[in-house]
């Protein structure tokens, strides 16, 4: 609408650029053509008396006009227009029937229109003798001659003592019709230029639209972490292609250094598997000696233990990084089958009651009715859940509540996991999916912050929505919308 309006106020612009250097400039040449012949009748009447008075000669002025007028028929293109008339409106002299002394502004420049009889080339057979009517317009001005200033008596000629108005003007009916014409071209031209306006606005929007719908869409799946995606160019090697080009620059550099990482922490975390399995089994082997030989403190059996628990927990970080890993790596069809919902959701509900019970957390399951199959990794979103699961009954105290549901909906099967401990904070939402990244509420709690980085790896890999809410208390985490199996 902006592009719209900006290029009907251009065209108003130059149609008033338009108008003022014709229109205006011819008015106004005849105005000073009007004026001229007015003051040209005035010197050519005028006379002084012998008392030193300066008078208008009625029967000079009527001898004057009349001059005029006939040589004026001699050149019809000159249209000027004269007349001579007392304020009761009677003629004597020029080429106008009668005053328009309604319309008359002395001293100014004025409009008025007047009748014209022309011969009628198309009806000779009328009733008026082959003669039609017409309206003109004029343009004229107009002087009021006092009595006290003129004088009627001119050598044999003699005329009543008395106020005459002289008018002189001239016939503009041509420029009238096409400034008439003109202004309607202008209307028109205002109307299909604001049509095109609007059509060529909408289509450059569309264009442009088009081409940032493929840019937010290539961002969005950034966002969502697939880096692979790439923006497609046309080949015009417009401005687009060429951001377009600076983009997939950029996502490919992202894209390597993000692999590299990725690569270094996958290949440490394979690395130190190995060596700390290794010191784990010494340190169970030492651990059993020591018991039978009787020879070690209570301290360093203690210390012996400790050190075992740590190297568990080294081991689970790892192991936790190269499953994300793997999952990250797959696609989408590597070990999709069809998977019964209640079932599922039965076997990881029994999975984790005993530790329920154990904490003093009481546990519910609910699944529709309507037993539905879902398309999924059978052994991901087990292990999706679990880690829910794992998570809300340990952050949830004791005689608190843990709740799994399944609710099919139109889009699709949605798992639901929702408890009754702290909650999340809604601003931590999308960071705690994040590697490593723990609330300072919970770095008391076992745990090395991959759990929900997992999750979140297996929503992604099957093209699910991992969405945190608050269940007021504690938080609702759902997993929506898998795949109905046909």
Partial sequence: MIYAVVIIASLIFVLIFVYHSSFARQLAEIDQQISDELNKLIRHSTILTAQNQTVIVIPRLVDAIQRKVSRQSESPTNSTLFILATEDEQRYAGNLSRLPLKQVQFGELFEFEFTVVEKDLDKHDSDVGGMIESKHTARAQALLLKQEYVTSVWRRFSYPQSDYVLLVGRDITDIKELESLLFRVFVLSLFITLVLAIV??????????????????????????????????????????????????????????MEEIRRV??????????????????????????????????????????????????????????????????????????????????????????????????????????????????????????????????????????????????????????????????????????????????????????????????????????????????????????????
């Fill in 200 to 257: 060529g606005a909408v289509l450059t929007s569309m264009v442009i639209s088009r081409r940032l719908v493929k840019i937010n869409q290539t961002c969005r799946m950034v966002i969502d972490g697939n880096f692979s995606h790439r923006i497609d160019t046309n080949g015009s090697e417009d401005g687009f292609d060429q951001l377009a080009d600076n983009f997939n620059d950029m996502l490919s550099q992202i894209e390597a250094l």
């Fill in 265 to 486: 922490s996958d290949n440490i975390a394979h690395d130190l598997i190995t060596p700390l399995n290794r010191l784990r089994n010494r340190l169970e082997k030492l651990a059993l000696e020591s018991e039978k030989a009787s020879s070690m403190q209570a301290q360093d059996q203690q210390s012996i233990e400790a050190a075992i628990q740590d190297a568990d927990a080294m081991l689970s970080t790892f192991k936790a990084l190269l499953r994300i890993s793997k999952v990250e790596s797959k696609s989408l069809t590597d070990n999709v089958t069809k998977v019964n919902s209640q079932e599922l959701v039965d076997d990881v509900f029994e999975y984790y009651e005993p530790y329920a019970e154990e904490r003093d957390v009481q546990m519910e399951r609910f699944i529709d009715a309507e037993c539905v199959d879902i398309l999924a990794d059978r052994d991901l979103v087990f292990q999706a859940i679990a880690n829910l699961l794992d998570n809300a009954i340990k952050f949830t105290p004791a005689k608190g509540q843990v709740r799994i549901e399944g609710i099919k909906h139109a889009k699709g099967f949605e798992i639901v996991v929702s408890d009754s401990g702290p909650g999340i904070p809604a601003e931590f939402h999308e960071k705690v999916c994040r590697r490593f990244y723990r609330l300072d509420s919970s770095r008391t709690t076992a745990g090395n912050g991959l759990g929900l980085s997992l999750v979140s790896a297996i929503a992604r890999y099957h093209n699910l929505e991992l969405v945190f809410e608050d269940n007021q208390p504690g938080l609702k985490a759902r997993l929506r919308y898998f795949q109905l199996a046909s």
